[in-house]
């Protein structure tokens, strides 16, 4: 039988791995990005990719209030409720 391997985040930014009752490795999480070894460059892109999807679903939400219509994703919603009726019996 396999040992399950247990990843546990640590308060500095690092991933303790182990199986079993023993220790297997640790792993930084911190990647050194553009001459920069503390990670902060990473983060700033991260954030920066997050504020472009959280500016892409705001403007679709706004653009789906100004139409005051219907929807892609309702369109979307009740094709899939339609052929898949099984998964969605009220009884």
Do not use: C, Q
């Not at 503390?38 to 472009?52: F, R």
């Amino acid at each position: 039988m396999e040992a399950l391997a247990l990843m546990t985040r640590t308060a500095s930014s690092r991933l303790m791995v182990t199986e079993g009752n023993r220790l297997a490795g640790i792993i930084s999480l911190k990647k050194p990005m553009m001459g920069d070894p503390s990670g902060l460059t990473d983060t700033m892109w991260d954030m920066v990719v997050n504020a472009m999807g959280a500016f892409i679903i705001s403007f679709m939400g706004w653009w789906y209030l100004k139409r005051k219509g219907t929807f892609f994703v309702r369109d979307w919603i009740r094709k899939f409720i339609g052929r898949n009726p099984r998964m969605f019996n009220n009884g």
